[in-house]
């Protein structure tokens, strides 16, 4: 069999002319469109409980911090294939939020929680969870933690009323978000972190902590969201 060649020619030689390699699929650049066709994959699973709010969250970060096809594959490659027996199909318009901040977290849902109450135990509520107008925090003898950075609000004020009784109350804060504290502390106390934002979205939520501290604690502290802290932003 006869093999041909393609040369470049010059004054001095001819040389084979080199081919250009296209890119590894998995090397290619994401879009918008394959963001979003992978952040639909992610909310769906959330809502068959096949992910937590927690591992939402942090996956969905994760595709909008993407750069590369192959950054997106093991984001959704545990969930079922697009178009499978038990897989939605995204519609055409569809265009998933990014994280929200500011004003942009007051959302019209209903809450997804109310209270917290534990005796000599703890509690927790975190992640995409949604904050009513009054949500009431009871620690005795035990710990709660609430974590706002994710959270979203059905009002732009919200009214945190704790009570701590020998144990104590966390409640932790992205930088979009006011916290002012009206506590009255008998034998304990209540503190705000040193690190409160110097400039807030006038539209943010403004959440208002009440309520008594004996012999306990009840603490404010602000902390970089998930996707701030990987990325130092």
């Given amino acids: 069999m006869r093999r041909t060649a393609r040369y ?13 390699t296209p890119p590894e699929h998995g090397r290619m650049r994401a879009s918008d469109a394959d963001r ?10 959330l ?4 992910l937590d709010p927690d591992e939402h969250s942090e996956r969905l970060d994760a595709v909008y911090r ?5 950054e997106l594959v093991p984001l959704t490659e545990d969930l079922p294939e697009q178009g ?12 998933s939020p990014r994280p929200l901040y500011g004003g942009g977290r007051i959302v019209n849902q209903e809450p997804t929680s109310r209270v917290a109450i534990v005796l000599m135990g703890g509690a ?62 008998l034998m304990g106390g209540f503190s705000v972190s040193e690190s409160i934002p110097s400039v807030v979205d006038p539209e943010a939520p403004v959440v208002h902590v009440r309520g008594i501290a004996v012999m306990g604690g009840v603490d404010v502290k ?12």
């Fill in 8 to 20: 470049r020619k010059n004054s001095h030689m001819v040389e084979p002319m080199s081919e250009v």
């Fill in 36 to 45: 979003d066709s992978v952040a639909h994959r992610l909310r769906e699973a």
């Fill in 47 to 50: 809502a068959e409980g096949r």
């Fill in 66 to 70: 993407a750069k590369t096809l192959g």
């Fill in 84 to 95: 499978g027996p038990t897989a939605s199909v995204a519609p055409t318009d569809f265009r």
């Fill in 124 to 185: 927790d509520r975190s992640g995409s969870w949604v904050v009513p107008g009054s949500f009431v925090a009871a620690a005795v003898m035990g710990g709660i933690e609430l974590d706002l950075r994710e959270a979203r609000f059905t009002q732009r004020e919200t009214t945190v009323w704790v009570g701590a009784v020998m144990g104590g109350v966390d409640i932790t804060v992205p930088d979009d978000v006011q916290v002012r504290v009206h506590g009255l502390p």
């Fill in 222 to 233: 602000y902390r970089p969201r998930r996707h701030q802290e990987e990325t130092g932003e």
